[in-house]
Every structure is written in structure tokens, then in C-alpha cells.
């Protein structure tokens, strides 16, 4: 079991930055990869950028030259630095654990709000 708990949303200016958290707790050290992933009312949740440890990072398009994700080797801290915010980024942002064993099991967190607005 992997619990994960986000911090750092808030509002922002277009243009301007923030910082997510997402702290790991449980069996980290089966994680896999960590992503995020944001959600828009009444859209899919999609992904935004994801970390595979000891392999290599992932980032959707629309925020590759913005947005960097970072990892500790605990597999207990993984951040994700937002520059250049725009109007569209505004979403509710998840972290997410893929653990390895005999299966793959994935975790969630609860969310954090991310509001980029003038």
C-alpha cells in the first residue's frame, strides 16, 4: 500500500509559477513511476508529466518547456515545477503511484487546486 498526499495548488497569475508536491508514504520503494495527472470538470483526467526512477521523464505536449518533475531516490518526495502558467492549465491536479510487485497496483492522492487566473 502506497499513500500519497499533494500539496502546493493555489492561485496564480498567468505567466506566473508554482510548485506541487506529492509526499509518498507505505511501500515506496516498489514505485515504479509517479506521475501527475489533471482533472477539468466534465473532461478526462489526463496526464501531465510522469517519472519512471532510474529511467527517464515524460511530458505531454502542452506543458514540455514549462512544467519539470523531479524525484528523491526515497521515492517519497516527487515535485512538479510549473513556469509559464497559462489560463488553461487551471485543473485539479492528482499524483499518482505505479507499484511494481506480482501486478501492477496504482494510487491516487486527493488532489490539489491549481486556479490560473488574471
Known amino acids: 500500500q502506497v499513500q500519497l498526499v499533494e500539496s502546493g495548488g493555489g492561485l496564480v497569475q498567468p505567466g506566473g509559477s508554482l510548485t506541487l508536491s506529492c509526499a509518498a508514504s507505505?511501500?515506496?520503494?516498489?514505485?515504479?513511476?509517479m506521475s501527475w495527472y489533471r482533472q477539468v470538470p466534465g473532461e478526462q483526467r489526463e496526464l501531465v508529466a510522469s517519472?519512471?526512477?532510474?529511467?527517464?521523464?515524460f511530458y505531454d505536449h502542452s506543458v514540455k518547456g514549462r512544467f519539470a518533475i523531479s524525484g528523491n531516490n526515497a521515492k517519497n518526495l516527487v515535485s512538479l515545477q510549473m513556469n509559464s502558467l497559462k489560463l488553461e492549465d487551471t485543473a485539479v491536479y492528482y499524483c499518482?503511484?505505479?507499484?511494481?510487485?506480482?501486478?501492477?497496483?496504482?494510487?491516487w492522492g486527493q488532489g490539489t487546486q491549481v486556479t490560473v487566473s488574471a
Open positions: 517519472i519512471t526512477f532510474g529511467a527517464g521523464t
Open positions: 499518482n503511484a505505479a507499484v511494481k510487485s506480482t501486478k501492477y497496483e496504482y494510487y
Open positions: 507505505g511501500s515506496t520503494a516498489n514505485i515504479e513511476t
